[in-house]
T-cell receptor
Framework: AQSVAQPEDQVNVAEGNPLTVKCTYS??????LFWYVQYPNRGLQFLLK??????LVKGSYGFEAEFNKSQTSFHLKKPSALVSDSALYFC?????????????FGTGTKLQVIP | DTGVSQNPRHKITKRGQNVTFRCDPI?????LYWYRQTLGQGPEFLTY????????KSRLLSDRFSAERPKGSFSTLEIQRTEQGDSAMYLC???????????FGDGTRLSIL
């Protein structure tokens, strides 16, 4: 069975500082990895994905993520945090499960950027 | 706005009643997904359509739940004889191809009294 772990319920960072939101995964075969952001009472918005290629993936709003196969991690990063980045962030993995490419989400990490 | 649209945004109903939610995906997307999200959790997969065919159903989708996508466009999710545990946000998403990211609607929040 595939799974995603986001070990931190909440991450606090000062505005202008770099941020990291952690994600590790467990899956059979090659994973497709995603990051989504969710604002209050809204659906999820796609940030970036890794399927193959460069381990460093660049996405929307200045976010990037680094795929590390040996550590089975896909941490989300941004060099300089903005107050408007405060939201709930979800890591997701997609892999075949019973003949279907099933998407499994982590439990989410609340990012709080402090002015 | 050509994003995924879900209606209603909020639904409050008494336990035991039936409810139906609608999802209008992005028009050219042939894949449509339903998820359930409870407080403090990530979305949990419920079911998946490719065009009008329902290809996968989660074990979370009990026999009280049914989903349709009759013409391969909009989809409905019906819950019969609602229970307290059905209270959640129900999210719909669509995608163009299997490798493309899913685009989510803003969800329908269901509250069972």
């Amino acid at each position: 069975a595939q799974s995603v772990a986001q070990p931190e319920d909440q991450v606090n960072v000062a505005e202008g500082n770099p941020l990291t939101v952690k994600c590790t995964y467990s899956v059979s075969g090659n994973p497709y990895l995603f990051w989504y952001v969710q604002y209050p009472n809204r659906g999820l918005q796609f940030l970036l994905k890794y399927i193959t290629g460069d381990n460093l993936v660049k996405g929307s709003y200045g976010f990037e993520a680094e795929f590390n196969k040996s550590q089975t991690s896909f941490h989300l990063k941004k060099p300089s945090a903005l107050v408007s980045d405060s939201a709930l962030y979800f890591c997701a993995v997609r892999a075949y499960s019973g003949g279907y490419q099933k998407v499994t989400f982590g439990t989410g990490t609340k990012l709080q950027v402090i002015p | 706005d050509t994003g995924v649209s879900q209606n209603p945004r909020h639904k409050i109903t008494k336990r035991g009643q039936n409810v139906t939610f609608r999802c209008d995906p992005i028009s050219e997307h042939n894949r449509l997904y339903w998820y359930r999200q409870t407080l403090g959790q990530g979305p949990e997969f419920l079911t998946y359509f490719q065009n009008e065919a329902q290809l996968e159903k989660s074990r979370l989708l009990s026999d009280r739940f049914s989903a349709e996508r009759p013409k391969g466009s909009f989809s409905t999710l019906e819950i019969q004889r609602t229970e307290q545990g059905d209270s959640a946000m129900y999210l719909c998403a669509s995608s163009l191809e299997k490798d493309q990211p899913q685009h989510f609607g803003d969800g329908t929040r269901l509250s069972i009294l």
